[in-house]
């Protein structure tokens, strides 16, 4: 870990067990944690505009460097004032590095795994990908654009570059994101080229990267407990400015947590620490509860996409589909307390009726919804963090209570 105050600063300022609240403060910005970070994949929050997702109180988002390299290209993204001028966001961006969307071309994604759909092997060392993916070699992955087939490579120094001209305040390293079914031998090979190819992030930015954009590795080595620790330890002693836990965290929840668990331990307690694309209400609960920082994840908006809204439903994943049809004369409230517009000033019929006819006003209004009741629950978690009193809000929460509720109680 490095120390340098121009990029980055992380201050822990209170704590109760594992869990803390602390301010990262970036070069746009302080960012207040636990936080969760909404994906601004193609520089939108998908049906937000920028000050609208600042008004429900978030102050750093997440922009996708594959989707933006292959459109509309870093180039002109840079020309127009980065990502921050690009898409009118004036606090904090952290970019990944493309990484998992490389390999998800070969490996398939977070869906297919959990599904079961594992599809091809993964590919060799030397080549041999599978699908757009044509090589991953030392030098890095050479892979069909989905956009129009045309040939294109990246590899760490082309990440960093491309970050760099997006402007974020925090770039992600590039990695290689393995699948869970990938053997223990492919994920130790895997792991080691994650590790030269931190050295390559570091030593590009430190030549040619932005002064005052900082940089974080990533922990890899899969579900295997010996890799994650090697990894740990590795990027701990790297010169990078915050540690993201990345790569296949296991079959379940529970798996999951433990993987999360062994990583945290090798880790040092003062570095700021980020969950890659995790971030379910009780994923949430649970990380925030063993010392993470902060999280990204497509959960909020990709479930609205689908017509499903959040609320304090344990029992249901913490979720409801809106166009079931016992809704349809329904005069509650989406969610009784909450307060987003969808839920002060709209019915569950009238938002019913909205996702059934896919309207674009029923999307906005459910992403709205979503994106407030995780803000919601991650303020909660700061208050009862501040107020010592976080084990009750923890379960209170786990246990039903909506998360201004469970704030009350834990009080």
């Known amino acids: 870990m490095r120390t340098d105050p121009e990029r980055l600063t992380f201050e822990i300022q209170a704590s109760e067990g594992a869990a803390r609240t602390g301010r990262l403060l970036t070069a746009h910005g302080p960012v207040e944690t636990p936080a969760f970070v909404p994906l601004a994949t193609k520089a939108t929050v998908r049906s937000q505009t920028s000050a609208e997702v600042a008004g429900l109180g978030y102050e750093m988002v997440l922009g996708n460097t594959f989707h933006l390299m292959l459109s509309p290209g870093a180039e002109r993204i840079e020309a127009l004032g980065g990502l921050h ?15 998992f969307q490389v390999f998800s071309l070969a490996h398939g994604g977070v869906a297919d795994e959990v599904k079961g759909r594992r599809g091809a092997k993964p590919p060799s060392d030397e080549g041999g990908g599978h699908g757009s993916v044509l090589e991953i070699s030392e030098a890095g992955v050479r892979f069909r654009s989905h956009i129009d087939g045309s040939e294109r490579f990246m590899g760490p120094e082309e990440s960093m570059a491309v970050q760099a001209a997006l402007g974020s305040d925090i770039a992600l390293v590039f990695d290689e994101c393995t699948p869970f079914h990938a053997d223990r031998d492919y994920t130790a090979r895997s792991t080691e080229r994650t590790h030269r190819w931190l050295d390559r992030c570091l030593a590009w930015h430190d030549e040619h990267g932005p002064r005052r954009q900082a940089v974080y590795g990533i922990v890899q080595g899969g579900v295997h407990e010996d890799l994650r620790r090697r990894s740990a330890e590795r990027v701990s002693a790297a010169a990078v400015d915050g540690i993201a836990i990345g790569g296949t965290l296991g079959r379940d929840k529970e798996e999951m947590r433990r993987v999360i668990d062994l990583a945290l331990s090798h880790l040092p307690r003062a570095a700021p620490k980020h969950l890659l694309g995790i971030g379910e209400p009780d ?3 649970e990380g925030i509860a063993r010392g993470l920082d902060t999280f990204d994840c497509a959960v909020p908006t990709r479930l609205a996409r689908h017509g499903m809204a959040l609320g304090p439903l344990p029992e249901s994943r913490f979720r409801f589909n809106v166009r079931n049809a016992e809704l349809a004369r329904d005069e509650s409230p989406l969610v009784e307390g909450c307060p987003c517009e969808a839920c002060t000033r709209h019915t569950r019929a009238y938002l019913h009726y909205l996702a059934r006819a896919e309207e674009m006003t029923g999307l906005r209004l459910l992403t709205a919804h979503n994106l407030a009741f995780t803000e919601a629950l991650v303020a909660g978690a700061r208050e009862a963090i501040g107020a010592g009193s976080y084990d009750s809000y923890r379960e209170a929460v786990l246990g039903g209570a909506a ?8 009080s």
């Open 85 to 99: 001028g690009f898409m009118g966001w004036e606090r904090a961006v952290i970019t990944d590095s493309g990484g």
């Open 283 to 285: 994923d949430l609960i």
């Open 403 to 410: 998360p201004w509720a469970a704030e009350a109680a834990g």
